[in-house]
């Protein structure tokens, strides 16, 4: 009779431990934090599908451009007057305001600048018709002939096997029908649907 007694509370001693240590661990699993997705665009707030997800990279002519990020805001937002402010951007009588986060890197055997040297656009974000779709991209005042800023881009410079992570803020007002980048460099001209436009 004893021994009975004691096989059953020994079999109750282990099936309580086991239910203990099941809900321990289903604890355990609960509690651990999953990371939240990156957001990495708010595209679809104006009805976009994208192609392809973000981040993008384009090369032409030994310049990489890679999209991180992009967000486009009304130009009266908090967020468009906020980002404004911080950098001294001029929002008036545009539509949206965009900012973008970039990484730039020059895969070439040349310098590769954008200055008073070299003028010339070298990536360009179009949204809508050829003739007036394309993004206009303007300098943060607060950080004027500031080179390579890693906070808000105004001129650049690297040189070969150089890259540069940065923002860059553009204006734009019109249609968004489709989201597109190009990069133009040294002879190539290279583009990349990330939202192709209906057919």
Excluded: C
């Amino acid at each position: 009779m004893k021994k009975i007694m004691m096989k059953t509370m020994l079999a109750t001693v282990l099936l309580a431990g086991s239910i203990s240590g099941q809900a321990g661990s289903a604890h355990a699993t609960a509690a651990k934090p999953t990371a939240a997705p990156i957001m990495r665009d708010n595209l679809s707030k104006f009805g976009l599908v994208k192609d392809v997800e973000l981040p993008v990279t384009v090369t032409a002519g030994g310049l990489s451009y890679t999209l991180e990020k992009i967000m486009i805001f009304d130009a009266k937002s908090k967020d468009a007057q906020a980002l404004a402010k911080q950098y001294g951007y001029d929002l008036d009588g545009d539509q949206y305001f965009i900012w973008t986060k970039i990484t730039v890197e020059n895969k070439g055997t040349t310098i590769i600048q954008r200055n008073f040297k070299d003028l010339k656009y070298k990536w360009r974000l179009n949204f809508g018709d050829l003739s007036k779709g394309e993004a206009f991209n303007i300098m943060p005042s607060k950080l004027v002939y500031t080179e390579n800023s890693k906070s808000a881009l105004w001129t650049w410079v690297l040189k070969p096997g150089e890259k540069l992570s940065t923002y860059q803020g553009y204006l734009y007002s019109g249609d968004i029908n489709y989201f597109k980048l190009s990069v133009d460099y040294n002879g190539q001209f290279v583009s990349k649907y990330i939202v192709e436009p209906e057919a």
